[in-house]
């Protein structure tokens, strides 16, 4: 691969976008979550075990797992969703990524509970830590020693990983669009992210037929980058997030979907051993 290769530099910047990128929509600018009193449970797909293949410039550089399932606590059913990431034996010689976020999200009120976002990433670890305050009406952001708090807005908000899991449920054909308030390092900032069309294309599973969908942030960036993203749902009902694509000054990095499970049985993709 010599002399054809990405330079180490643009390899570190794409394994930051795969960190704070590839699943979590970036806390830059984006949705608010639309309280919906009529919908019923659960509010997005749940008991699913999502693997990604994560390629940069069609190099493989890390894999992601997505699962969704519910957690009984104080006889509230709380529908959670977790992500792992972690960069590839070659990627990590470059740029380490050992990340983890959890998500909580409360269907009786249409908003976003809490997120945790924690990890590695190179040789920094990092915590982040976002709460929902609904009697204070406010979001509280936890980043080491530093708190900050934002105005909660009387719908609710959601955090990245809701905002994805959220759209698989609001969007279903070509030309609709939904808006959701999400929580962004500016407080809760409104997006609206549109099916552009609805094509066929090839998966690891045959050919489908996706719903791309387009996020269109007020800043017109994403991940604090100039850049456009593309989500594949699949448009039969189960909405299955195909792909995942970033266009970026710098390349283009995709997560691919290639196996679907359910959560019994299957392995933590950042197991201890694993490091």
Same mark, same amino acid.
């Given at each position: 691969?010599?002399?054809?290769? @990405?330079?180490?530099?643009?390899?570190?910047?794409?394994?930051?976008? %795969? &960190?704070?990128?590839? /699943?979590?929509?970036? &806390?830059?600018?984006?949705?608010?979550?639309?309280?919906?009193?009529?919908?019923?449970l659960p509010p997005f797909p749940l008991d699913e075990f999502l693997t990604y293949d /994560?390629?940069?410039?069609?190099?493989?550089?890390?894999?992601m797992t997505l699962t969704s399932f519910v957690d009984e606590r104080n006889g509230a059913r709380i529908p959670r969703i977790e992500m792992a990431a972690r960069s590839s034996k070659f990627f990590d010689g470059v740029y380490r990524v050992?990340?983890?976020?959890?998500?909580?999200?409360?269907?009786e009120r249409g908003s976003s509970l809490s997120y945790h976002q924690y990890g590695q990433e190179k040789?920094? #670890?990092?915590?982040?830590?976002?709460?929902?305050?609904?009697?204070?009406?406010?979001? #509280?952001?936890?980043?080491?020693?530093?708190?900050?708090?934002?105005? &909660?807005?009387?719908?609710? /908000?959601?955090d990245p990983l809701t905002f994805l899991y959220r759209m698989r449920v609001l969007l279903k054909d070509a030309g609709e669009e939904a808006t959701l308030a999400m929580m962004t390092s500016r407080g809760a900032v409104d997006t609206v992210a549109q099916v552009v069309e609805k094509r066929a294309v090839k998966t690891p599973f045959?050919?489908?037929?996706? %719903?791309?969908? /387009? @996020?269109?942030?007020?800043?017109?960036?994403?991940?604090?980058?100039?850049?456009?993203?593309e989500i594949w749902f699949g448009a039969d009902e189960a909405r299955l997030p195909y792909r995942v694509q970033?266009? %970026?000054?710098?390349?283009? &990095?995709?997560?691919? %979907?290639e196996k679907v499970e359910t959560r019994a049985g299957v392995n933590d993709l950042l197991a201890p051993e694993d490091g």
């Open positions: 691969m010599a002399g054809v290769g @990405p330079s180490p530099k643009v390899r570190k910047v794409a394994l930051g976008v %795969l &960190l704070g990128a590839v /699943v979590t929509f970036a &806390l830059v600018g984006a949705p608010r979550a639309e309280r919906e009193a009529t919908a019923p /994560v390629r940069y410039l069609g190099v493989h550089c890390g894999t050992r990340v983890r976020i959890d998500s909580e999200y409360s269907a040789a920094e #670890r990092k915590d982040e830590l976002w709460q929902v305050d609904f009697a204070a009406a406010e979001v #509280r952001r936890t980043r080491g020693a530093e708190s900050k708090t934002f105005p &909660l807005p009387s719908q609710g /908000v959601v045959g050919k489908r037929d996706v %719903l791309v969908v /387009v @996020p269109r942030p007020e800043n017109e960036e994403l991940f604090s980058r100039k850049g456009t993203m970033f266009d %970026l000054p710098f390349g283009k &990095l995709v997560a691919r %979907l």
